[in-house]
C-alpha cells in the first residue's frame, strides 16, 4: 500500500510527547515498512484462511514489540531487513496471543471492531490463532543465525505459560504478589525483553550489550503491565471509554488488587471472604476497597520504579539517537503513570 508522505507515525500510550514524537522519526519508514509486511502475511495462506487472517492483522495497534526492536538495533548499528523481520514476528505472536486471550475472556469488541471469537466463533478462532503462532514461527526460520530463532520460540513457550498460568490462578486469593510478577514477567515482559535482546544481536553487538538491552525491555515490558493493570481500575478518570474492573471480572488479581488484598488481610482476615462467593466477584466492593486502600497510588509508584531502573540500563550502553529514543519510550512511560498517582478509584 502506498503510503502519504502526511500519514502519521504510529505511536505509543496515548498523546504524543515531543522526545517521543522525535524519538519515532528515527525509525518512522521501518515501522511503515512493518505495517505493510503485517498486511502482505494473509497472502502467504491458504485463500480459503486468508480473510481471517487479514482480519486480525490489519487491526493495527501500538507496535510496542516492533519498535523496541527497530530501537535496539539502531543503538548497536543499522537498522536492516532482518530488524524488520524481527519486528513482524514479535508482532504477529503478540496478535496470535490477543486472539487466544479473547477467547478466553469472552471479549466481543477490540479496537472498536468485532474479534474474530465474536464473529466466527471459538472453534475457529482458537485455530486462527494457532495459525498466527506457526506462521510467526516458520518466518523466525529464515534468520541465518538459528539463536534468534530459537529465542523466538522460546519466549513465545514463555509467552503461552504465563497465560497458562494466569487462568489458572483466576478467582485465587492465594495468589502472591510474587506469583504475580512471575505471571506478568513470562505473558508481557518476555517479548519485550526478547525485542530489544535480538534488536541488537542481530547487529552481533557485544554480549554485554545484548544483556543490557534485554534487561532494558524485561523491565520496561514489566512496567507496562503494572501501568495497564492500574488503569483497569481508573481507566474512566483517565481514557475515555474504558471499562472499569475487566481484569476482576475475569478474575484476574492485579498489584493494585493484590497490595489491597495483602494490607485488609493484616487489617482483618474476615474483611476478603465475602467478597468472593463460589467465584464470582463483587467488583464494586472491591473496587471501593482498592481505592480506600490508595493501591493504585502504590502500584503506580511501583510501577515507575521499574521504569527508572529500565532507564537506568541505558546508561551503561555508547549513546547515541536510538538510544536516546529508547529513554525517550521509557519517559514517556513515565508520563503516563503520572496521573494514576493522584486519580482515586470511585466510590
Known sequence: MKKSAASPAPHLFGEVLAPFQRAMELIHPHLYSVEERIRQ??????????????????????????????LAGGTTGPITASHVDLAVILE??????LVHDDIIDGAEVRRDQPTANAKWGNALSVLLGDCLFSHALRLSTHFSNQEISRKIAAAS???????IIQTQRRFDLKLSIADYYRIIEMKTAALFAVACE?????????????????KFGH?????????????????DEVQAGKTLGTDLR??????????????????????IPPILDEGTVDIDAIVRMVGASAAVQVASQIGLRWVAEAKECLVHIPQNQYVLALDAVACHLQTMFTPLGSIQSPK
Open 41 to 70: 502475511q494473509s497472502h502467504f495462506f491458504d485463500p480459503a484462511v486468508e480473510g481471517y487472517i487479514s482480519y486480525v492483522a490489519s487491526k493495527g495497534g501500538k507496535r510496542l514489540r516492533p519498535t523496541l526492536a527497530l
Open 92 to 97: 504477529l505472536i503478540h496478535i496470535a496471543t
Open 157 to 163: 513457550a514463555e509467552v503461552c505459560s504465563g497465560e
Open 198 to 214: 535480538l534488536g541488537a544481536l542481530i547487529n552481533e553487538a557485544s554480549s554485554e550489550t545484548i544483556e543490557t538491552l534485554r
Open 219 to 235: 523491565r520496561l515490558g514489566i512496567a507496562y503491565q503494572i501501568y495497564d493493570d492500574c488503569l483497569d481500575l481508573v481507566g
Open 250 to 271: 475475569k478474575g484476574k488479581f492485579t498489584l493494585p488488587v493484590l497490595l489491597m488484598l495483602c494490607q485488609k488481610s493484616g487489617e482483618n482476615q474476615q474483611a
